[in-house]
């Protein structure tokens, strides 16, 4: 389903990337179109104790079809920029534009999927995946076959009248991902979607949600504070400094795709994996092959 | 709720495991659902069983030691007093039930909107709360008399006594329910786009629910404990009425058939709650 009506426009909207570019900072391949321009976002919290600065002048392009994992220590202010890039919470300073209209509240075009699934337990899964078709006022039937082939897709035919607490972590986050997708948003956001998985159903994760991006060609956004997984997914790496969040570096990531769990053990994939937390050590990178300080930050 | 969701700092997602987050011993729900019952007909039976030797047993003690009928009736007897004057009790069940349904309903209601309404604005939530604990420990049997003197013998009186014991009950679990809200949650339905009323309809009133059915039990046990401690105290009818009319009698059968009467409305309430409870709060158990 997803495959039939989607396949098409997926190819159309990722032409493949030369091999070995090495993009710049903070340019986006140019052949595709922006579909979301972060800029110069600063947040501050307000606390009892005092203001929490948690982003600090970051500035981000994001193509259309581009898979983004952005990747930092707990608490580097990731989430935050992810909720600001979904409408739910405002930034102090800057802005966050998508398909060339400022962010100010929650877009249709936008899905996001939370931690931990975020299904509604008082709904069994057929219910949680109508749920914002109601929120909307959508009618759901011109979308039942597109929910059916999903529901598929993520292996979850035959469960549509269980009840979360009846489902593993996975299937509850594979619903989740069925939820996102239904009403077929362009830009996808996941907030450390898988980050409460054990690792080998995050590796089967992982690869659905390759699966999925490949089929549909959807902007994804990933946040994660996992090296692996934000290199086996991404087209861009980007890593954030800690608490303020500011733009340490970004990685574009080569590898040749569909990637497999095998190529995480590789040497190019470790090579990144060394630089990437080098680089959150440090607050930025140097490439040692040319010397080339790159550092996104200033001090 | 907006101003909620941006001044903090998030928890993303992150949340305390259900079973820390109960804070009452009342609000957890399991505790009144998950009674042990009969699980099959065997055990049932064995139930059955035991009601019948002690009944028998009763009746028994009560013929070999020549028990008087004013000290304690025949069970035997207490059930034909029961069959055969049921249209002597009938009035006065009416009357009980009249009072405590409708004096319920208000009590009720009100708790339920005055605990959605009052739990947005934390402030007037920390004024108005001592007042509704104080209606909740206050025994209101306590004023039918007054009210009695203003109003007399009617109705009014009662079904407001049942009204004020019923309605703190229901508020206080109520607000324990919908004060719980999962940011989590409410995010998830922004993120859709969702109005205040939707969030509320559609997330903040379920996740409350287990709550107010809770709430909405214990309320209707204390209504009907009101009702009867209304009718004892300033009524000319209804069941409360007939056990100090019958005991002035010693008509102890009856007597013992209309604390029957009672003990089969109290089960009642707790069955028919137990069965909304595991239809529409089950999935919190």
Redesign the interface.
Known sequence: MVQQTTATSAHAAIPSRPHGQLSGIDSVPSQRPVAMVVDHATKYYKTKSGAVHALEDLSLEIAEGEFVCILGPSGCGKSTLLWAMSGLHDLSNGRVVLNGTPVTGPRPEIGMIFQDANLLPWRNLEQNIRFPFEIKKLDVKPYQERIRGLIDEVGLSGFEKKFPRELSGGMQQRASIVRCLSFDPSVILMDEPFGALDAFTRDEMNLLIQKIWTETGKTIIFVTHNVTEAIFLADRVVVLTPRPGRLAHIFPIDLPRPRTIDQTFSSEFIKVVLQIKQTIMHGGFTDPDTNDARVGIEM | MASE??????T????TPPDQQSEVSLSNWSALTSASFAQNWWQATIIGLVAVVVLGGLEVFVRVFDVPAYTFPKPSDIGKALWNNFDLFQPHLEATLKVMLSGYAIGAVIGIVLAAVITQFPFVEKIITPYILLLVTTPMIAIVPLLVQKMGFGMAPRIIAVALAAGPMVMINSATGFRRTDL??I????????STF?IFT??RF??A?PMIIVGLMVGAIFGLLTAVGAEIVGSGEGLGNRLMFYSSRIQMANFWSVIVMLAIMGILIYIIFYWIGKRWAS??A
């Open positions: 969701l941006r001044e903090t700092i998030p993303f997602g992150k949340q989590a949650k995010a998830l339905a922004r993120s859709y786009g969702a939707q559609k997330v379920p996740l629910l999935w919190q």
